[in-house]
């Protein structure tokens, strides 16, 4: 994985070098030129072609109401970047300048890192010679970054649960038949969050109860989202935080149930977290753990991602965990 990355010419590797030097800045532009219409204004085809059509900018100016000089500027950043190509002083899409607009998880990715990551990212070096998650004091006071999930802004807090529940809402429905392949009486879903696995599971077996184990904001949000559903009452909510010595959990688990929850901590404390839970197993009880390993993916983007995705663990999350490789993890 990668591979090809080392393989490239010295003066491909320069480019590389030098786009990344302002890589923050074309992010935003692209961001900008997103959210500002200019790429919905481009995506349109002429008559019955399957290519974009070219526009002025005089026409794009009329489309997006942006002044001359925004429209230039965004453009020709666009134009580097390659969300648009142009000629004779018009302009078009490109395939990227699609996928930009039109992609969900490169508009998810995009968001998190744009509301959740950005401005801490700049405190990458402090994180990483504390050990503690530097940037989060972008976003509030708290140890990390899930004691305030409850509390953060409204608009940073839908980018997070977008970006959590785009990399588990497409596992969860796979992964119940392995779960569920024998009886299952009673699971404990370990940082259930929103409720969202507690809620399929509960749909799929009509017999299970559900104890869900989260800091009380996380499970607040569970229960109303639950409630509605009239599913609370085969549902327990267990406020721990699994990281102090000796927590009380639930008993007679026939499965502890962990989702991206392990990549939450260092690798000492998911240590102490696995021995803290294996006395809640019932006899013959299993613990199950859905992790995104980023060695494990079949393609270089999804690895891509989910090494970045360690860097909000460092700068934002707590300072000490990471997207882990399957064999750190085993």
């Given at each position: 994985?990668?591979?090809?990355?080392?393989?490239?010419?010295?003066?491909?590797?320069?480019?590389?070098?030098?786009?990344?030097?302002?890589?923050?800045?074309?992010?935003?532009?692209?961001?900008?030129?997103?959210?500002?219409?200019?790429?919905?204004?481009?995506?349109?085809?002429?008559?019955?072609?399957?290519?974009?059509?070219?526009?002025?900018?005089?026409?794009?100016?009329?489309?997006?109401?942006?002044?001359?000089?925004?429209?230039?500027?965004?453009?020709?950043?666009?134009?580097?970047?390659?969300?648009?190509?142009?000629?004779?002083?018009?302009?078009?899409?490109?395939?990227?300048?699609?996928?930009?607009?039109?992609?969900?998880?490169?508009?998810?990715?995009?968001?998190?890192?744009?509301?959740?990551?950005?401005?801490g990212m700049f405190h990458l070096d402090e994180a990483i010679a504390q050990g503690a998650p530097a940037?989060?004091?972008?976003?509030?006071?708290?140890?990390?970054?899930?004691?305030?999930?409850?509390?953060?802004?409204?608009?940073?807090?839908?980018?997070?649960?977008?970006?959590?529940?785009?990399?588990?809402?497409?596992?969860?429905?796979?992964?119940?038949?392995?779960?569920?392949?024998?009886?299952?009486?009673?699971?404990?879903?370990?940082?259930?969050?929103?409720?969202?696995?507690?809620?399929?599971?509960?749909?799929?077996?009509?017999?299970?109860?559900?104890?869900?184990?989260?800091?009380?904001?996380?499970?607040?949000?569970?229960?109303?989202?639950?409630?509605?559903?009239?599913?609370?009452?085969?549902?327990?909510?267990?406020?721990?935080?699994?990281?102090?010595?000796?927590?009380?959990?639930?008993?007679?688990?026939?499965?502890?149930?962990?989702?991206?929850?392990?990549?939450?901590?260092?690798?000492?404390?998911?240590?102490?977290?696995?021995?803290?839970?294996?006395?809640?197993?019932?006899?013959?009880?299993?613990?199950?753990?859905?992790?995104?390993?980023w060695d494990q993916q079949q393609y270089e983007i999804a690895a891509h991602c989910l090494i970045a995705?360690?860097?909000?663990?460092?700068?934002?999350?707590?300072?000490?965990?990471?997207?882990?490789?399957?064999?750190?993890?085993?």
């Amino acid at each position: 994985m990668f591979e090809q990355l080392a393989e490239r010419t010295a003066y491909e590797s320069r480019i590389d070098a030098l786009k990344l030097a302002f890589a923050p800045m074309m992010f935003q532009a692209a961001k900008v030129a997103r959210d500002a219409g200019l790429l919905a204004a481009l995506d349109r085809h002429d008559q019955g072609q399957a290519q974009w059509s070219w526009q002025t900018l005089e026409a794009l100016e009329t489309t997006t109401k942006l002044p001359v000089y925004a429209l230039r500027v965004l453009l020709e950043a666009a134009l580097a970047i390659g969300l648009v190509e142009a000629k004779d002083e018009q302009y078009r899409l490109t395939r990227m300048g699609h996928f930009m607009l039109h992609d969900e998880l490169t508009r998810v990715n995009m968001d998190f890192v744009h509301d959740v990551c950005y401005r801490g990212m700049f405190h990458l070096d402090e994180a990483i010679a504390q050990g503690a998650p530097a940037g989060l004091k972008t976003l509030g006071d708290w140890p990390t970054i899930y004691e305030g999930l409850s509390r953060l802004p409204e608009h940073v807090r839908t980018s997070w649960l977008n970006f959590d529940h785009y990399y588990s809402d497409q596992s969860f429905p796979q992964a119940l038949p392995a779960v569920f392949d024998r009886p299952v009486k009673h699971l404990v879903d370990i940082g259930g969050n929103t409720g969202k696995w507690t809620r399929l599971c509960l749909e799929h077996n009509p017999d299970v109860r559900v104890t869900i184990v989260d800091l009380p904001g996380q499970l607040a949000i569970a229960k109303s989202q639950l409630e509605p559903l009239g599913l609370m009452d085969r549902v327990t909510l267990h406020a721990a935080n699994l990281l102090e010595p000796n927590p009380t959990l639930p008993c007679d688990a026939d499965v502890v149930w962990m989702s991206q929850f392990l990549c939450c901590f260092a690798e000492a404390e998911i240590e102490t977290i696995l021995r803290n839970v294996a006395p809640s197993l019932a006899p013959g009880g299993r613990v199950c753990i859905l992790e995104t390993f980023w060695d494990q993916q079949q393609y270089e983007i999804a690895a891509h991602c989910l090494i970045a995705t360690s860097l909000y663990f460092t700068a934002m999350a707590n300072g000490n965990s990471r997207e882990y490789r399957s064999d750190d993890m085993l």
